[in-house]
């Protein structure tokens, strides 16, 4: 059973009118699911952070305070902490987090090794107190060691002088705020440099990170049926650190909107490693049940031709899989349907942006 929540629709500037809706399922929490059908290639939600700040102190001379696009050869400096940097006249007027722009000076300057929690913690604490008690009402399945507690609170306090102290401060909501921080981020890196799934797991090529409301509702399916595309360096975007999902293929009415935390190429055992190690969660999808039984043994893949003849032929969902991979790693999503509203027959990866038509087997269920 499901219940529809009295929530403001989520993508507001998103498809009109907006295509998903906010439920809460007792086993799974708040999940969005379809408001009507969704054909293949629409656009289901776009999501816009309250919250993003710079993945690292080392990025910062890299890329814009703001959209964190690569900075000009000119960039203009933040003139209150001379710290930040942003691409243009109209990221600086935006500028960034006051907390942490109070604090940046002292970041560079310091001796010591700041841990980048800090740099979350000073932008998450510079948001309006409505802004805030959102964020902390996200979902979390970790919670950030009791024992670091006290030491990271004492230098979060140590940059936020008594005049700026926000409401809700205290170490309570700071050990709230990190445990949202694992399982809620999204990494904003160039798409081509995606080489693990999408969450907190390894910075790699980040260059900020930030909380998305709405999109931390999707939920996990290693056979999803939404595409994550979030190219920063898109310059054709003029919101380049909005979120956007299509759908890969129908949606009907009320089925769950789900997205794939990992991977999709990624092996039964390395996926059900990463979600519970960064998600604290056990995927229990068709895919994996299907796949998990063929550990049961001995707890490896055959390696034979005829075997793996045999798993893909007891494997239903095995042409799925294979149509939306690309040979990058990213996922091949339908584009927009066209003005008309028949569908597109044109597919787009969503890593390495390479547009192909597409052309559907025989038994294709779509």
């Not at 994550?228 to 293929?249: K, S, V």
Request: glycine content about 6%.
């Amino acid at each position: 059973m499901s219940t529809t929540l009295d929530q403001p629709m989520p993508n507001p500037t998103g498809p009109s009118p907006p295509l998903v809706r906010l439920v809460v399922k007792p086993d799974q929490g708040r999940s969005l699911v379809a408001a009507g059908l969704i054909k293949p290639g629409q656009v289901v939600l776009v999501d816009t952070p309250p919250v993003l700040y710079p993945s690292s102190l080392a990025s910062l001379p890299l890329f814009c305070s703001h959209c964190f696009r690569v900075l000009p050869s000119q960039p203009f400096p933040c003139p209150s902490c001379h710290v930040a940097r942003f691409c243009s006249p109209k990221c600086l007027s935006l500028s960034h987090p006051h907390l942490l722009c109070h604090a940046l000076p002292s970041l560079i300057s310091g001796n010591d090794t700041w841990p980048d929690d800090l740099l979350f913690l000073l932008s998450a604490y510079s948001l309006p107190s409505s802004s805030l008690l959102q964020l902390l009402s996200l979902h979390s399945n970790s919670r950030y060691p009791d024992e670091q507690m006290p030491f990271i609170h004492s230098q979060l306090s140590s940059f936020i002088p008594p005049n700026l102290v926000p409401m809700h401060f205290s170490p309570e909501t700071t050990s709230s705020l990190l445990s949202k921080k694992k399982t809620n981020c999204f990494l904003l890196i160039n798409p081509m440099d995606q080489k693990f799934g999408r969450g907190p797991h390894g910075l790699g090529g980040a260059r900020a990170l930030g909380f998305y409301l709405w999109a931390s509702m999707i939920n996990h399916d290693c056979l999803p049926n939404v595409c994550l595309f979030d190219n920063i360096d898109d310059p054709t975007r003029e919101n380049n650190t909005d979120l956007i999902f299509r759908a890969l293929h129908e949606i009907k009415e009320g089925s769950e909107i789900c997205r794939s935390y990992v991977v999709l190429s990624r092996e039964y055992r390395e996926r059900h490693s990463l979600l519970i190690e960064y998600y604290g969660f056990k995927c229990k999808c068709d895919r994996c049940k299907i796949e998990s039984k063929w550990f049961e043994n001995e707890g490896e893949y055959a390696e034979g031709e005829e075997e793996m003849v045999e798993r893909e032929g007891n494997f239903p969902h095995w042409d799925l899989l294979m149509r939306y991979t690309c040979k990058c790693g990213g996922t091949l999503a339908p584009l927009p349907p066209y003005p008309d509203g028949s569908v597109s027959d044109i597919i787009e990866c969503n890593w390495c942006g390479v547009i192909r038509k597409y052309k559907p087997p025989d038994d294709d269920p779509y």
